[in-house]
């Protein structure tokens, strides 16, 4: 999982989206991608963070969060 966020990071930075495209981008496929194996998995609280921080690292300045 956390090389798929890699991934999906890496592909966000490579295009040119504006604030609102990377918003539906990550609502739409990135966060569904992550979200749908959790219910058979057994992660702990640093695993999940794990995760998500390469995600979250790049979406929040995009998105003009600090």
Do not use: H
């Not at 702990?44 to 003009?64: D, H, N, Q, S, W």
Request: proline share 5%; net charge positive; charged share 15%.
């Amino acid at each position: 999982m956390i090389k798929t966020a890699k991934d999906w990071v890496a592909k966000l930075r490579a295009g040119n989206l504006s604030q609102t495209e990377v918003w539906v981008a990550v609502q739409s496929t990135i966060w569904q991608t992550l979200v749908y194996p959790l219910l058979a998995l057994n992660l702990t609280r640093k695993e999940c963070e794990a995760i998500m921080a390469p995600l979250l690292g790049f979406v929040l300045p995009a998105l003009g969060i600090c």
